[in-house]
């Protein structure tokens, strides 16, 4: 069973940081492409950052520059450092992990395993 736990958020004023973690299973962590994903009150879900198995990364226009999404194999976890953090990245923010499709579309509705959410707010 896959299981994905994020945690790190909190409030924040603009131009600040903060550092988003998701620990994640053995199984998940060694072989799947794992993302970052937010969704602020009456907006869709979109895509932040990815990571594939072999380190490659992609990261939204929105966030290029700013955010860097990380893993650490020893520790089976996935990381997102977000500094200069914007009013309008205020949103609960997810971590995903998918084998296969979603490696490729970045699309939410391709992956199949998600954490419960970490919300984080600038003022």
């Known amino acids: 069973h896959v299981q994905l736990v994020e945690s790190g958020g909190g409030s924040v004023q603009a131009g600040g940081s903060l550092r988003l973690s998701c620990a994640a299973s053995d199984y998940t962590h060694s072989s799947y492409c794992m993302g970052w994903f937010r969704q602020a009150p009456g907006k869709e879900r979109e895509r932040v950052a990815l990571?594939?198995?072999?380190?490659?990364?992609r990261y939204a226009d929105s966030v290029k520059g700013r955010f860097t999404i990380s893993k650490d194999n020893s520790k089976n976890s996935l990381y997102l450092q977000m500094d200069s953090l914007k009013i309008e990245d205020t949103a609960m923010y997810y971590c995903?992990?998918?084998?296969?499709?979603?490696?490729?579309?970045?699309?939410?509705?391709?992956?199949?395993?998600w954490g419960q959410g970490t919300q984080v707010t600038v003022s």
């Open positions: 990571v594939h198995s072999d380190s490659g990364t």
């Open positions: 995903a992990a998918d084998p296969g499709a979603g490696c490729y579309t970045w699309f939410p509705a391709d992956y199949d395993y």
